[in-house]
C-alpha cells in the first residue's frame, strides 16, 4: 500500500486533474499513491461532507496497479449514484428500493471515463431519484457544503461537487435535468458545463431521455479540466437522434486562443418569484465590468419567453418519463413500488403523471418544443448569454427536502433555478462559473449560455475570466491540504 504523507496531500490538493495525469506521466507520482490519497481524504473529510456514499476502494487500487492510459491516467474519479452503470458496483438512484441492485454492464459514457484513464473510488450522494436542486435522500441523509454546513450544497450533484470542493477528488462526474450540474457547482464554487444536446450519448441503455434535456459530464475546479473532460467523453453512438458540431480542433487545444470580442446579452429579470438578490446582482454587475475590461459588448436583454408558463409542462414531461421508467423497472424486477419506497414529493410527482391523459402530455411537449425554439431565435443575436445561475444565494439545508409532498408548493421554489431548465429544454450549452464569494464564505454562480454546439466560445471566455478572477485558487474550510 503506498503511503500518504503531508507533501502528498497537499500536492494532490494544489493540482487539478490534468496537472495529477502531468506528475503520473512524469513518475513523480504513481496511480497509486493519487488512490490511496483520495481514500485518505474519503475516510477524513466525508464523515464531515456525507459526499461519497458508495465506496469501491479496492476496485480502484486494483486498477491503479495497471499502467496509466488516456488523458487522466491515475486521476481519482466519483461516478454520480444516478444512471451510470459499472459493471459488478451497486447503484440505486438515492432510492432504497434498489438497495441490492448490481450493474451487470458499462454504460458507454462509463466506458469512455475509464478509457480516459480515471480510477473511480466510488459514487456520489445525491437526492432521490435526482429531480431536486439540494441533495437531502432519506436513503443516505444530506451532503453538507464544504463552505458552510448550513447551506445546501445544490443538487441532484450535490455529492460531487462537494466533493470536488473540497478537493477529495479533481472532478466528479455530475448530470443535468434542471440545473443538476450548473446548481451545485455554483453553490460550491466551481466550474459546471451543461453540454450541447446531442454532445454525449445516452446509450446504450436509452436513445434518449426527456427529448434531449438530460445532459451527463461533470463539476470541475478548473476550465481546462471541463475542457479536457469533453474531449475525452465527447461523441454519439451509432443511431443517436441528436448530433452536436464538433470544433475543428479540441476543447482544451481551443482553450489557447482568446475569444475575440464578444457580443454578451445579460438579465438581471427573475423570470418568476422574488427579485434577484442583491448579492447575487452585485455579482453581475461586478462580471459586466470584467467583461467590458476584457474587451466584450454587454447589453442588457430580458428573455421574452415565458418561463414560468414552461415550467408546469416540462415538469408533466419528466413526471410521466420517471412514472414509465419506474413501470418498467418494477416489471422487470417482480416487485411492486409503493408509496412507503418513496419520498413524499417523489410520489406526488408519479401520482401527477398517472392523472395526465395522452392528449395533456401531448400538448406538453408541444409547449417545451416551441419555447426551446423561440429561446433559441431570441439569443441567435449574441455570441453568450449571461445570467445569474440561481437567482438568490444558497438556500439553506432543508429548503429543498423532498419530504415536502405538496407538488406545486414545492415546484414554485424552483423559482430560483428558473434559468436552468430553460437551457436544458433548448439544448444550449450552459456554464456556471464562480464568479463571486458573498461575504467571503457564499459562493455565487453566473450562467454562460451559448450557441448549440459552442461550447468552445464558453469554454474560451470562462478560461478568460479564470485567469482574472482565480476561482481555482479559493479553498474551503473542510478541504484537503
Known sequence: MARVTS????????????????????????????????????????????????????????????????????????????????????????????????????????????????????????????????????????????????ITCGGSSGGAAAAVAARIVPLAEASDGGGSIRVPASCCGLVGLKPSRGRITYGPEAVDLWFGSIAIFCVTRTVRDSAAYLDAVAGPMTGDPYL?????????????????????????????????????????????RLLERLGHHVEEHDLAVDLEQVWPHYNAINAVETAADFDRVTAANGRPIGEADFMPLNWSLLQH????????????????RKASQRLAIELAPYDVFLTPTLTQPPRPVGYWSMEDGDRLRYLARWSDAAYMFAFNLSGLPALSVPAAMADGATPIGLQLVGRHGDEATLLRLARQMEEDLRWDLRRPPVSAG
Not at 459526499?51 to 486494483?62: G, P
Request: hydrophobic share 45%; charged share 15%.
Open 244 to 288: 452536436a458540431p464538433t470544433p475543428a480542433k479540441g476543447w482544451l487545444a481551443g482553450l489557447a486562443e482568446p475569444p475575440a470580442r464578444l457580443r454578451i446579452g445579460y438579465t438581471l429579470a427573475a423570470p418568476w418569484g422574488p427579485p434577484v438578490a442583491s448579492d447575487v446582482a452585485a455579482a453581475l454587475h461586478e462580471t459586466l
Open 353 to 368: 403523471a398517472r392523472s395526465l391523459s395522452a392528449v395533456q402530455y401531448s400538448e406538453s411537449i408541444a409547449a417545451v
Open 7 to 150: 507533501d502528498l496531500v497537499r500536492l494532490y490538493a494544489d493540482s487539478d486533474a490534468l496537472a495529477l495525469a502531468e506528475l503520473v506521466r512524469g513518475k513523480q507520482v504513481s496511480p497509486l499513491e493519487l488512490v490511496e490519497t483520495a481514500i485518505s481524504l474519503v475516510e477524513a473529510l466525508d464523515p464531515r461532507l456525507n459526499a461519497v456514499v458508495i465506496r469501491t476502494f479496492d476496485l480502484a487500487r486494483q486498477a491503479a496497479l495497471a499502467p496509466p492510459t488516456g488523458p487522466f491516467g491515475g486521476v481519482p474519479f466519483l461516478l454520480k449514484n444516478i444512471a451510470s452503470m459499472w459493471q459488478g458496483t451497486p447503484l440505486t438512484n438515492g432510492l432504497g428500493y434498489f438497495s441490492d441492485f448490481v450493474c451487470d454492464h458499462d454504460s458507454e459514457m462509463v466506458r469512455r471515463i475509464k478509457a480516459a484513464g480515471f480510477l473511480l473510488v466510488g459514487r456520489s450522494n445525491t437526492p432521490e431519484c435526482g429531480w431536486s436542486i439540494g441533495t437531502e435522500p432519506r436513503l443516505y441523509g444530506p451532503t453538507m457544503n464544504p463552505w458552510n454546513p448550513a
